[in-house]
């Protein structure tokens, strides 16, 4: 397991205006930094910096062999700040919007003197900050990959931002019941009825679902403290880099949409209109679709097909 390392972001100025002193942490994987191609990796808004290896929550696209090769890039990931992961939270997290999330990560590569990333990937809402690190350094990196997001939250998004809201705010059991409410916003009908078929535990009688749920409720207790999932939860909410996609062209990243057909939370048509209105713009941008039943949580269950999507452009190591 590699180590957390810190760097420091003085008096960074937030979009309301506060000032905030903060330390960034991330872990590194692969070659020594300035040795190889560099890719920034954005976590979701259950990861963390520990994305690589037999360990890493992607570890089967970042390592040693894989997709991702750590043998030939170094791997970046930061921690955004208060996610709980290196032991700090936020009490003024309602302060932080996506925003500012992409600015700090800017600044985090500014003082690791890091100016030319090859890519910048993440899912969800770690491809939303990755959509806003492009908007505000449109050169920054070679290659834009964002996963089953988009760069506005839709009001469907909206929405259910505002249901966890509602169950972290008033639950007995906030962390277990938003999860269990937000795990049904990564999968699908087809995922769960696939998975257990109404089948019921031998020893209680309950359904099997209902374990499952309760399972990944008393999971995410463990993990998170309640104001880094509020926080998480909060930076859903605030995705909005721009108005229009037509905004997004001055980007001159090689752009790769990559949506899942079954994504219940950001929806692949979204991904598909983008693309479209981007195209008679600009032509270094592609769309790739991952098929699969079991929705948003795709990119982190359907390797094979996300490999053969990624396997060209990491196949070429140029900066």
């Known amino acids: ?47 963390n910096s520990s994305v690589a290896e037999s360990e890493g929550w992607w570890g089967d696209i970042i390592g040693a062999g894989k997709v991702i090769d750590t043998d030939s890039y170094t791997v970046l990931c930061f921690n955004i700040p208060g996610n709980g992961y290196d032991g700090q939270t936020l009490e003024n997290y309602t302060d932080f919007i996506t925003l500012d999330i992409a600015g700090i990560f800017i600044k985090g590569l500014e003082t690791l003197q890091i100016t030319r990333l090859h890519s910048i990937i993440g899912g969800s809402i770690g491809g939303a900050i990755a959509w806003q690190m ?53 999968r699908t009908p ?25 399972h990944h409720g008393s999971k995410l207790k463990k993990r998170f403290k ?9 930076l859903l909410k605030t995705i909005e880099v721009t108005h229009q996609a037509i905004d997004l062209k001055g980007i001159a990243s090689d752009i790769h949409l990559i949506a899942i057909d079954t994504d219940y939370l950001f929806v692949a048509a979204d991904q598909e209109k983008t693309y479209r209105e981007l195209l008679t713009h600009k032509e270094n941008i592609y769309y790739h679709t991952i098929q699969s039943i079991h929705g948003h949580d795709a990119f982190l269950i359907e390797y094979p097909q996300l490999e053969q999507i990624l396997k060209p452009i990491f196949q070429c190591t140029k900066a």
Not at 4 to 21: A, G, M, R
Not at 154 to 174: C, F, G, M, T, Y
Not at 190 to 214: C, P, T, V
């Open 1 to 47: 397991m590699t180590s957390l390392h810190h760097t420091d972001i003085p008096n960074f100025t937030l979009q309301n205006k506060t000032q905030v002193n903060l330390s960034l942490s991330y872990e590194l994987f692969g070659k020594p930094l300035f040795t190889a191609p560099i890719v920034l990796v954005n976590h979701a808004l259950t990861g």
């Open 134 to 186: 492009a908007q505000l350094a449109p050169t920054l990196c070679t290659h834009l990959i964002p996963i089953a997001t988009h760069w506005n939250a839709s009001d469907w998004v909206l929405a259910n931002v505002h249901i966890q809201e509602l169950i972290l705010n008033n639950s007995k059991r906030p962390l277990e019941d938003a999860r269990i409410h937000a795990m049904l916003t990564y």
């Open 190 to 214: 087809e995922s769960l009825s696939y998975k257990f078929q109404r089948s019921k535990n031998l020893d209680s009688g309950e359904f099997q679902i209902a374990s499952w749920l309760e």
């Open 226 to 234: 309640l104001n880094a999932y509020k926080l998480m939860n909060q």
